[in-house]
């Protein structure tokens, strides 16, 4: 190969990245021999003459970020008319974990802007390094779909970069076909069903199942991810756990992207059961987000910097417009950019995961920072999911149990949003009962996510039990952020009274913890309003 230097940019001029705050010096620019001047066949076969492979290369010096700025880089390139392939790869010093670029693509739709969603294509954090898009198929994690000519780009997340900044590699390989028949055999990273970019496509969510009667407990996951990712799972592969497990539904949240939806559709067309929600995990560099119920095709847009409130609400906003809910996952993770840097109260969210895979003390600080919005008075749902990357860390554990009266998306989301929700370390335990009573002339029961309202202060009666809870276990009935009452759980888990009286609007609900005090179920809260008229 011989290399021809083209060109030496320093402080990269695109008028369209004014707003890009990073600093981004493209050393220079190299064209491959064959690229240059003698576009080669993309396959040797003779019958393949019409396309032609031009091969790119990049290198580009990223600075570390520096608090305050965007963290995303832009690489733009040139696609001709008749692209039928874009293949990229990258490279750079890890430095044993001290540099980790993520990496996405966008189209000649996009300007290149952190505030312009339009021809995104995909993403893949920090889980590739090459991947491709074509008309009909492209890598996991990315869209196929109408390969428009102009300026594509590359888009870098500086997710850690070491103070002396890293050099990063790029070969973009764009193949075109002279004949215009867009059809080609892709080769590349391991390909998967395509998502395929049409966003007029966009659609409310799955129709409901058949009604029942009444109201009954779902037993589901609202956070995994697969190869759409940077998990091992792929879609079947879930719903076949979900399915062996008896979970009834499931939703596959995968990091910055929406190609998944096609194949969670495809899935959903063959058999309704369990049911399976489109979500996407909006992975930020201070914090992450899942939204849940996402209509087909729909992305939202990560791009919003750390500490950044009016960002992350309006990224709430636009998950609510799409119709799906929006929760604040592992708010105290201790992986980088992890932790919740926005907004403490939540002000705009659905739903927080207080509990993230194995109870841990991450998970501890997180039941604190929702205790803390109850007792503001704000009612959010507590969640509790598995974050399950592969089969070694099983979905279910814990398990989120909502008492919808349909086994549909829209039957579901409305008990998550209105906390008719508990949570147990595993599937099918332990089995829990939480109901309070008042009494008086019109003796009524009530259950998780109900409020109810007293005219007067009033003794509330709490019934309470954990049933196959192992020896040694506690039931605490905890309100306003303190625990009120401590049982033993009974060998047979027999239900246990437990009276409170209430005196001012209170919220009360239930821990379940074992004897090293680690969760094995909790419920969200019981919400009891005395009316003023009353107190005053
Ligand atoms: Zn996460
Ligand atoms: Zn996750």
């Given at each position: 190969?011989?290399?021809?230097?083209?060109?030496?940019?320093?402080?990269?001029?695109?008028?369209?990245?004014?707003?890009m705050t990073t600093r981004?010096?493209?050393?220079?620019?190299?064209?491959?021999?064959?690229?240059?001047?003698?576009?080669?066949?993309?396959?040797?076969?003779?019958?393949?003459?019409?396309?032609?492979?031009?091969?790119?290369?990049?290198?580009?010096?990223l600075d570390s970020p520096i608090a305050g700025v965007s963290r995303?880089a832009?690489?733009?390139?040139?696609?001709?008319?008749?692209?039928?392939?874009?293949?990229?790869?990258?490279?750079?010093?890890?430095?044993?974990?001290?540099?980790?670029?993520?990496?996405?693509?966008?189209?000649?739709?996009?300007?290149?802007?952190?505030?312009?969603?339009?021809?995104?294509?995909?993403?893949?954090?920090?889980?590739?390094?090459?991947?491709?898009?074509?008309?009909?198929?492209?890598?996991?994690?990315?869209?196929?779909?109408?390969?428009?000519?102009?300026?594509?780009?590359?888009?870098?997340?500086l997710?850690?970069v070491?103070s002396?900044g890293?050099?990063?590699?790029?070969?973009?390989?764009?193949?075109?076909?002279?004949?215009?028949?867009?059809?080609?055999?892709?080769?590349?990273?391991?390909?998967?069903?395509?998502?395929?970019?049409?966003?007029?496509?966009?659609?409310?969510?799955?129709?409901?199942?058949?009604?029942?009667?009444?109201?009954?407990?779902?037993?589901?996951?609202?956070?995994?991810?697969?190869?759409?990712?940077?998990?091992?799972?792929?879609?079947?592969?879930?719903?076949?756990?979900?399915?062996?497990?008896?979970?009834?539904?499931?939703?596959?949240?995968?990091?910055?992207?929406?190609?998944?939806?096609?194949?969670?559709?495809?899935?959903?067309?063959?058999?309704?059961?369990?049911?399976?929600?489109?979500?996407?995990?909006?992975?930020?560099y201070?914090?992450?987000?899942?939204?849940?119920?996402?209509?087909?095709?729909?992305?939202?847009?990560?791009?919003?910097s750390p500490?950044?409130?009016?960002?992350?609400?309006?990224?709430?906003?636009?998950?609510?417009?799409?119709?799906?809910?929006?929760?604040?996952?592992?708010?105290?993770?201790?992986?980088?950019?992890?932790?919740?840097?926005?907004?403490?109260?939540?002000?705009?969210?659905?739903?927080?995961?207080?509990?993230?895979?194995?109870?841990?003390?991450?998970?501890?600080?997180?039941?604190?920072?929702?205790?803390?919005?109850?007792?503001?008075?704000?009612?959010?749902?507590?969640?509790?999911?598995?974050?399950?990357?592969?089969?070694?860390?099983?979905?279910?554990?814990?398990?989120?149990?909502?008492?919808?009266?349909?086994?549909?998306?829209?039957?579901?989301?409305?008990?998550?949003?209105?906390?008719?929700?508990?949570?147990?370390?595993?599937?099918?335990?332990?089995?829990?009962?939480?109901?309070?009573?008042?009494?008086?002339?019109?003796?009524?029961?009530?259950?998780?996510?109900?409020?109810?309202?007293?005219?007067?202060?009033?003794?509330?009666?709490?019934?309470?039990?954990?049933?196959?809870?192992?020896?040694?276990?506690?039931?605490?009935?905890?309100?306003?952020?303190?625990?009120?009452?401590?049982?033993?759980?009974?060998?047979?888990?027999?239900?246990?009274?437990?009276?409170?009286?209430?005196?001012?609007?209170?919220?009360?609900?239930?821990?379940?913890?074992?004897?090293?005090?680690?969760?094995?179920?909790?419920?969200?809260?019981?919400?009891?309003?005395?009316?003023?008229?009353?107190?005053?």
């Open positions: 190969m011989t290399a021809l230097r083209i060109q030496v940019f320093t402080d990269f001029y695109d008028p369209h990245l004014l707003q981004l010096i493209i050393f220079s620019l190299f064209l491959c021999a064959f690229g240059a001047n003698a576009p080669r066949v993309a396959n040797s076969k003779p019958n393949t003459t019409s396309l032609q492979t031009k091969t790119i290369e990049r290198l580009v010096h995303y832009y690489v733009p390139f040139d696609v001709p008319q008749r692209a039928v392939r874009i293949h990229i790869s990258y490279q750079y010093d890890r430095a044993h974990g001290a540099n980790t670029i993520d990496i996405g693509l966008f189209d000649a739709r996009s300007s290149g802007s952190d505030m312009d969603r339009r021809g995104f294509r995909g993403w893949s954090g920090g889980s590739r390094s090459e991947f491709f898009v074509s008309p009909r198929e492209a890598t996991p994690g990315y869209l196929a779909g109408e390969m428009p000519a102009g300026t594509w780009r590359i888009i870098l997340g997710y850690r070491a002396p890293v050099d990063v590699s790029f070969k973009i390989s764009i193949t075109t076909d002279d004949n215009g028949t867009g059809s080609i055999v892709s080769r590349g990273p391991k390909t998967a069903f395509s998502a395929i970019v049409n966003p007029s496509n966009a659609r409310p969510g799955s129709s409901s199942i058949a009604p029942r009667q009444g109201l009954r407990w779902w037993s589901g996951d609202l956070h995994m991810h697969t190869i759409y990712s940077d998990g091992d799972w792929t879609i079947e592969g879930l719903r076949n756990s979900a399915r062996s497990l008896g979970l009834d539904f499931i939703c596959v949240t995968d990091h910055n992207t929406s190609s998944h939806h096609l194949e969670i559709d495809r899935l959903s067309k063959d058999s309704p059961k369990p049911l399976l929600l489109r979500g996407e995990e909006i992975t930020t201070g914090g992450h987000a899942n939204a849940w119920g996402l209509p087909s095709g729909t992305w939202i847009d990560f791009r919003v500490k950044d409130n009016t960002g992350i609400t309006n990224i709430a906003a636009e998950v609510h417009r799409s119709g799906a809910l929006i929760s604040i996952n592992h708010p105290f993770a201790l992986c980088g950019g992890c932790a919740w840097s926005y907004d403490a109260a939540a002000r705009g969210f659905d739903a927080i995961e207080v509990w993230n895979g194995e109870w841990d003390g991450t998970d501890e600080q997180a039941l604190k920072m929702w205790d803390k919005i109850l007792q503001s008075g704000r009612h959010i749902t507590a969640i509790g999911s598995s974050d399950s990357h592969r089969a070694a860390n099983p979905i279910g554990h814990p398990t989120a149990h909502v008492a919808a009266r349909f086994e549909s998306q829209s039957a579901l989301l409305d008990a998550i949003r209105k906390g008719r929700v508990y949570l147990t370390s595993e599937v099918a335990r332990p089995v829990l009962r939480f109901e309070a009573e008042t009494m008086g002339k019109r003796p009524a029961r009530w259950m998780v996510g109900d409020e109810f309202h007293l005219s007067t202060p009033a003794t509330i009666r709490f019934h309470v039990s954990a049933q196959t809870a192992p020896p040694g276990s506690t039931i605490s009935l905890v309100s306003n952020g303190q625990v009120l009452r401590s049982l033993s759980t009974t060998t047979n888990g027999r239900q246990q009274i437990i009276e409170v009286e209430c005196r001012s609007d209170s919220y009360y609900r239930l821990e379940v913890r074992d004897g090293a005090k680690a969760m094995l179920a909790l419920t969200n809260p019981i919400y009891v309003k005395i009316e003023k008229s009353a107190t005053d």
